[in-house]
């Protein structure tokens, strides 16, 4: 079996990113956590998309709990 190096190593980043957001969040309150990452720029357009419908309220759940009362 020929082995071959690594060129990206997945997981080393992602514990790497997650270790430094550890550090900035540490100690922030639920709030100060939400608006931290609202604060956060997103270079993909999708997932900018998906922040932006995800931080306005549902039609759809609106319409469901007034149908439940």
Same mark, same amino acid.
């Given at each position: =079996? #020929? !082995?071959?190096? !690594?060129?990206?190593?997945? &997981?080393? =980043?992602?514990?790497? #990113?997650? *270790? @430094? #957001?550890? &550090? /900035? #969040? *540490? $100690?922030?309150?639920?709030?100060? %956590?939400?608006?931290?990452?609202?604060?956060? %720029? +997103? !270079?993909?357009?999708? +997932? !900018?998309?998906? @922040?932006? @419908?995800?931080?306005?309220?549902? &039609?759809?759940?609106?319409?469901? /709990?007034? $149908?439940?009362?």
């Amino acid at each position: =079996m #020929i !082995k071959t190096e !690594k060129k990206f190593d997945a &997981v080393a =980043m992602m514990r790497s #990113i997650r *270790d @430094r #957001i550890s &550090v /900035e #969040i *540490d $100690g922030m309150t639920l709030e100060e %956590e939400l608006a931290w990452l609202a604060a956060q %720029e +997103l !270079k993909d357009p999708f +997932l !900018k998309r998906l @922040r932006d @419908r995800a931080a306005q309220p549902s &039609v759809a759940a609106d319409e469901q /709990e007034a $149908g439940r009362r």
